[in-house]
């Protein structure tokens, strides 16, 4: 397995996530396209929190790593909406998304070895979850823009 490879694949997922972001206005981040979805903003702190999570255990702050971020079930009755822009709700996804490289890079782990955040988990595996799950909930951000009737990129 290449640990720059799946680095690539995680930025390009990242990529795609600004995409799907792109021209989003502030008052629709938080808003969800039927009471049983979550919103854009819901999603991306989702994303946000997992990411941190995985290479930072509890420790890193970030407004997005609400504990209602963690899973579909612990907010779908009680909507997180944070005072946040897309501007600044993008700017706190790429810090934790470049500081995980930064800290991955840093300590330069066997990719076989244990992620001790995820213990469950090899750090390969941990790279590659990471960009599938990005990928994943940016396919649900699509919808749920379209279902709120925006006009995406046509990726």
Do not use: C
Request: hydrophobic fraction near 45%; glycine fraction near 6%.
């Amino acid at each position: 397995m290449d640990g720059d490879l799946l680095l690539k694949a995680l930025d390009t997922a990242h990529w795609e996530l600004s995409e799907a972001l792109r021209d989003l206005p502030d008052e629709d981040v938080w808003t969800r396209p039927d009471p049983r979805l979550l919103s854009v903003g819901e999603l991306v702190a989702h994303v946000a929190y997992w990411e941190a999570r995985s290479f930072f255990g509890d420790a890193f702050e970030s407004p997005l790593l609400a504990g209602a971020a963690r899973y579909y079930i612990s907010n779908i009755d009680a909507p997180l909406r944070l005072p946040l822009t897309i501007g600044e709700m993008w700017g706190e996804t790429e810090r934790i998304h470049e500081a995980a490289k930064a800290a991955f890079l840093a300590l330069s782990p066997n990719l076989d070895a244990k992620n001790h955040y995820r213990q469950d988990w090899t750090w390969a595996a941990t790279l590659e979850y990471q960009a599938f799950h990005v990928a994943y909930h940016t396919g649900q951000i699509y919808s749920a823009r379209h279902l709120l009737g925006h006009q995406t990129v046509d990726n």
